[in-house]
């Protein structure tokens, strides 16, 4: 039978990595056992709560492993410098002729890493599982940053597959500093796939790096729900979700609403984040007796999606600069609510002017609020073609079990390969 080793930054601990709720539930049914290293580093400590784990299914197994210190030490750059791999990153590094040096350093930093999990996963593998792992293994790094490599290095130790997914920012190197992830172009050569989230992810990589058979999609999916009755009122009922981070843009949604005329606006938010301050000041200063806005904080999903499922919401916005396919407008459109974004990562994969509005990547205020204008100027029965159009969107492109049911078959006929 197949074992699957997955490797996640938290999961299932904290708040991170939501979409693997699902995803988990599908993987469990086709491979006997399953295995979770679950990294607790510092920097996600604010995030994580070792008390707190969420729900598994009964073949599914977790090590939490311990926090990984970034930077190689001094006594151990020589041993890095042994390796083939980190050389040939290296001399691509040099051929750039730009930013080397920071190149270099996250180069450096991600190969010890690498090493570093690698060894802790080895420690426990072979203290926990050595009895019961034998053929069929698969070695799956959730994220596409460092911990492939890991993944890597374990297959070729125990003769399995190896793979990964890429969403946003472990595979969009324009929005890293100097532009850079290091091994990407080496993890597409030797796993034997990277699955991406989006097209729009696939053809970035593509572009980058050449076509690939390796380079498969693999959309993310959600639950289906019982759909919720939508009550036309007379004022306008908004949702957004996204922590409070610069890339989430939810100053722009502030200074829209405050220029929206002659209506009265309900406005609910879901998210935490460094800008919790700024956001809630702003708020504060241009919708006061102008908006009914309250910020929720950070929930569960299930908590955002039963406030969904409640809140006779007439669309969700979404002006992200940055996004790989937002789960929180699966969720929303799987419920038959219209969404409001801008065109960003796969997010046009989602959203369009048939189940929403399409706003350009940078939009102005004043894109925004004609959206919103347009939206609240159609018929009732134009936006119940809107809700109908959201639902279906999700269940031809989004819907979990289809999407799950796909991305098991991609994974077992890797073996095959």
């Known amino acids: ?9 938290g999961f299932p601990f904290g708040r991170g990595e939501a979409f693997l709720e699902n995803e988990i539930i599908f993987l469990s049914k086709h491979f006997e056992d399953i295995y979770i290293f679950s990294q607790i580093s510092k920097s ?13 299914p009964n073949n599914v197994k977790v090590f939490k492993l311990n926090s990984i210190n970034k930077t190689a030490k001094a006594n151990q750059i020589f041993k890095l410098f042994k390796s083939p791999i980190l050389i040939k990153e290296i001399v691509k590094i040099l051929y750039t002729r730009k930013s080397i040096q920071e190149k270099m350093r996250s180069a450096f930093d991600y190969y010890f890493l690498s090493i570093s999990l690698y060894d802790q996963i080895i420690k426990k593998i072979d203290f926990n599982l050595s009895n019961s792992l034998k053929e069929n293994l698969f070695f799956y790094s959730y994220w596409n940053f460092f911990e492939p490599l890991t993944a890597y290095f374990l297959g070729r ?11 946003r920012a472990d595979l969009y190197s324009n929005f890293q500093k100097n532009k850079y992830l290091p091994f990407s172009g080496f993890f597409i050569e030797n796993l034997d796939a990277v699955f991406t989230v989006s097209n729009d992810g696939n053809f970035f990589l593509e572009n980058k790096y050449g076509k690939s058979e390796k380079l498969q999609v693999s959309r993310l999916g959600t639950l289906r729900h019982k759909k919720p009755e939508f009550v036309f009122t007379k004022y306008l009922n908004i949702i957004s979700v996204g922590a409070l981070y610069e890339i989430k843009r939810i100053d722009l949604i502030i200074k829209t609403l405050e220029n929206i005329k002659n209506k009265k606006i309900v406005w609910h938010h879901f998210g935490d984040g460094p800008q919790k301050e700024t956001i809630t000041e702003l708020a504060g200063n241009l919708l006061k007796n102008k908006v009914n806005y309250t910020f929720h904080g950070f929930k569960k999903n299930n908590e955002i999606l039963n ?23 699966m969720e929303a459109m799987s419920l038959g609510i219209p969404v409001i974004a801008t065109d960003v990562g796969g997010t046009g994969e989602i959203v369009n002017n048939k189940n929403g509005h399409l706003l350009p990547s940078n939009p102005t205020t004043v894109q925004i609020s004609d959206a919103i204008n347009l939206f609240c100027s159609l018929s009732e029965q134009e936006k119940k073609s809107k809700r109908d159009s959201a639902y279906n969107t999700w269940d031809e492109k989004f819907n979990a079990q289809k999407n799950y049911g796909v991305f098991v078959n991609q994974i077992l006929e890797l073996k095959k390969t």
Do not use: C, W
Not at 157 to 167: D, V
Not at 307 to 329: A, H, K, Y
């Open 157 to 167: 130790k125990f003769n399995g597959i190896s793979f990964s997914r890429a969403h």
């Open 44 to 56: 996600y400590s604010q995030y994580f709560s070792l008390d707190e784990q969420r729900k598994l």
């Open 307 to 329: 406030f969904m499922q409640q809140g006779n919401f007439d669309f969700l916005i979404n002006t992200s600069s940055s996004e790989g396919i937002p789960v929180s407008i």
């Open 1 to 9: 039978m197949n074992k699957l080793i997955i490797i996640t930054r």
